[in-house]
Every structure is written in C-alpha cells, then in structure tokens.
T-cell receptor, first 108, second 112 residues
Framework: KNEVEQSPQNLTAQEGEFITINCSYS?????LHWLQQHPGGGIVSLFM???GKKKHGRLIATINIQEKHSSLHITASHPRDSAVYIC??????????FGTGTSLTVIP | SQTIHQWPATLVQPVGSPLSLECTVE??????LYWYRQAAGRGLQLLFY??????ISSEVPQNLSASRPQDRQFILSSKKLLLSDSGFYLC???????????FGPGTRLTVT
C-alpha cells in the first residue's frame, strides 16, 4: 500500500466548474505539499501545508492532520489548469513521498 | 534567485551502458538535494537524498548510485543500465528553513 493515496486518478471538467482533488496519507508527516506537473514534465510547487488552509488565486488547499487528509480545490476552472496534480508528504527525516497524481483536463 | 539545472534533457542509452546525470543548484548554499524517478504512468519515486557533501541516503535498492562531490552538485550514476531504468528523472532541492521543494526540468531517459 502506498503511503500517499490520491483520488480521483483522472478528472475531466467543464470550464468554470469547481474541482476537488483528495489526498490521504498513512504516515506521520512534517508537512504536505501540492505540486502541479505540466505535459512537458516540469513540476512546480503550489502549496506547502502543515495545518489549516491556504489560498492562492483560484486554488485552495486544506489539511486535516487528525484525519490524515488533504484536499486541493480549484474554483472557476480553466483549460490552462489542465495538468497532473500531485500530493506529496514530507516525513520528519525530510524524505518526500508522492501520490500517483490526478490528471485533470478542463474542457472549454 | 535560486535556479536548478539538469542535463541532459533527453537521453537514449543501450542496456548495459553507463549513466551519469548531473544536477546543479545556483543561488543557495547547503541545500537538501533529491533524485526522483517517474516511470511511465506512475508516481514520483524517491531514489536518493542528500543533506550535505558526501552524505547520501538511498531509498530504493537498485543499480543506481548518487554522489554529491560539491555543495550544490548532485550526480546520479549507473555502471550498467537496465531496461527498467527508463523513466523521467527529476532533481529537486529544499532549503533547511522552509522545505519548499523546487524541481529541475528533468531528464527523460530511454534504455533500449
């Protein structure tokens, strides 16, 4: 069993829809990261969370430490949001473990 | 500002050949450095990480090795590549304060 599980694996949405991607983990963590990987392969960090909620533009990330669960929300989705979204957890020894990613396609 | 370089961008190598991928970071000192592999259709797998020169931790036993000869240089090597070594290799760094992770552009390796 992977330490980090994401759902759904694939997601197709119409432009403007509200999108939620979920991440559950089974190990103790120092922080949780949400990453975005574009078709060319490049990865950028969206959020790093250790508690509560963070917002950046149309993106919102939340984490519930007790339930070992995090969600990434995209409001008013746009085709340029199409990418793979990856949840990663940082263990206390500073190793990172990754979910398999959620492939999002937003249709105009 | 900090920059992370990886080369080459793409590589096609025959089975049994050696491998050397290089990663360098600019604009920071004493970074934590990481090598990851992403096989087709799979998630990122941590291969090695380093908290300092000459300090390498291996996560997955395999025919790959890593070295950190300088503070901001991280090298991934193999003496003999296997078909299963094909994938997208990413180098990343974090600083010791924020632990925000920054990724290089990656190397796409195809072993034939």
């Amino acid at each position: 069993k992977n330490e980090v599980e994401q759902s759904p694996q694939n997601l197709t949405a119409q432009e403007g829809e509200f999108i939620t991607i979920n991440c559950s983990y089974s190990v103790g963590i120092s922080a949780l990261h949400w990453l975005q990987q574009h078709p060319g392969g490049g990865i950028v960090s969206l959020f790093m969370l250790s508690s509560g909620k963070k917002k950046h533009g149309r993106l919102i990330a939340t984490i519930n430490i007790q339930e070992k669960h995090s969600s990434l929300h995209i409001t008013a989705s746009h085709p340029r949001d199409s990418a793979v979204y990856i949840c990663a957890v940082r263990r206390p020894g500073n190793q990172f473990y990754f979910g398999t990613g959620t492939s999002l396609t937003v249709i105009p | 500002s900090q920059t992370i370089h990886q080369w080459p961008a793409t590589l096609v190598q025959p089975v049994g050949s050696p491998l050397s991928l290089e990663c360098t970071v600019e604009g920071t000192s004493n970074p934590n450095l990481y090598w990851y592999r992403q096989a087709a259709g799979r998630g990122l797998q941590l291969l090695f990480y380093s908290v300092g020169i000459g300090q390498i931790s291996s996560e997955v036993p395999q025919n790959l090795s890593a070295s950190r000869p300088q503070d901001r240089q991280f090298i991934l090597s193999s003496k003999k590549l296997l078909l299963s070594d094909s994938g997208f290799y990413l180098c990343a760094w974090t600083d010791g304060a924020s632990y925000e992770q920054y990724f290089g552009p990656g190397t796409r390796l195809t072993v034939t």
